[in-house]
């Protein structure tokens, strides 16, 4: 079946740092990718996505690139803030209802 | 333009006791979905609900059920519960047109 695998936290950054969550999917034909972030108490707030091979999604300085070939969504920041702290959950659709595949999510921690 | 809206926030429960969880969804969207998240997990897919009616449905026992009203709200009920039904439940809506989801903040339901 479609799953989602993310590298466990969590991660801890000083601010300014380079960011870069790990995300590769299994799935039948050709899913959409997205990236959702939770603060903490809040639900999940979509953050990007992508809907084919060799897409970008980019959003509030995140980026991620959508790679068929090694089945990968990595989540990358060049310079992270302290208001990054959250929890980055990776996840896939494959039908056209919207249903959504999560992964286990990663915890990031960000520290002046 | 008021997001997706759950009632209660947060809830405790008798192990055997029923709950209804209540969602609103978006301004324009018709489309709404339940997922449960763990403590630590991603969020795994409940069901779908649409046109008044039962669309998708996850790997969860038939004591999970759920009910869309005419005005696209929906309410997510559990009968029996477990110990293990401990969790937040997050509702999510979007268009028949398969936009992205928006997820409301969760009921955190708590079974002692």
């Known amino acids: 079946g479609d799953s989602v695998t993310q590298m466990e936290g969590p991660v801890t950054l000083s601010e300014e740092a380079f960011l870069t969550i790990n995300c590769t999917y299994t799935a039948t034909g050709y899913p959409s990718l997205f990236w959702y972030v939770q603060y903490p108490g809040e639900g999940l707030q979509l953050l990007l996505k992508?809907?084919?091979?060799?897409d970008k999604g980019s959003n509030k300085g995140f980026e991620a690139t959508y790679r068929k070939e090694t089945t990968s969504f990595h989540l990358e920041k060049g310079s992270v803030q302290v208001s990054d702290s959250a929890v980055y959950f990776c996840?896939?659709?494959?039908?056209?209802?919207?249903?959504?595949?999560f992964g286990a999510g990663t915890q990031v921690v960000v520290t002046p | 333009d008021a997001g997706v809206t759950q009632s209660p926030t947060h809830l405790i429960k008798t192990r055997g006791q029923q709950v209804t969880l209540r969602c609103s969804p978006k301004?324009?969207?018709?489309?709404v979905s339940w997922y449960q998240q763990a403590l630590g997990q991603g969020p795994q897919f409940i069901f779908q609900y649409y046109e008044e009616e039962e669309r998708q449905r996850g790997n969860f026992p038939d004591r999970f059920s759920g009910h869309q009203f005419p005005n696209y709200s929906s309410e997510l009920n559990v009968n029996a519960l477990l110990l293990g039904d401990s969790a937040l439940y997050l509702c999510?809506?979007?268009?028949?047109?398969?936009?992205?989801?928006?997820f409301g903040n969760g009921t955190r339901l708590t079974v002692t």
């Open positions: 996840a896939l659709q494959t039908d056209s209802w919207g249903k959504l595949q």
């Open positions: 301004s324009g969207h018709d489309t």
């Open positions: 999510a809506s979007s268009s028949a047109g398969g936009s992205p989801l928006h």
């Open positions: 992508a809907t084919k091979a060799d």
